[in-house]
């Protein structure tokens, strides 16, 4: 992964960890393109339970509103 590519998932990082709340560790984000799209998959962990969440549109931009979303409705 080159240097712009680390700072670009360290800013997505930064805008999705605040819905993760408080005490919810940071495990990976990662990001897999293809022809399709963009999938955004972020694992993170409140203690001992460990959750992924994941999202996926046809850019980078919509795979990040989708991953907001997808954090929102899985830690309910």
Same mark, same amino acid.
């Given at each position: 992964? &080159?240097? #712009?590519? #680390? %700072?670009? $998932?360290? #800013?997505?990082?930064?805008?999705?960890?605040?819905?993760?709340?408080?005490? &919810?560790?940071?495990? =990976? $984000?990662?990001?897999?393109?293809? =022809?399709?799209?963009?999938?955004? %998959?972020? /694992?993170? /962990?409140?203690?001992?339970?460990?959750?992924?969440?994941?999202?996926?549109?046809?850019?980078? &931009?919509? =795979?990040?509103?989708?991953?907001?979303? =997808?954090?929102? $409705?899985? /830690?309910?």
């Amino acid at each position: 992964m &080159v240097e #712009a590519d #680390a %700072r670009f $998932l360290e #800013a997505l990082l930064s805008d999705v960890e605040p819905l993760l709340g408080p005490g &919810v560790v940071v495990e =990976a $984000l990662d990001r897999d393109d293809s =022809a399709e799209g963009c999938v955004l %998959r972020l /694992r993170y /962990r409140l203690g001992s339970v460990e959750a992924t969440s994941e999202g996926e549109g046809e850019t980078v &931009v919509a =795979a990040h509103a989708a991953l907001r979303e =997808a954090v929102v $409705l899985d /830690r309910i």
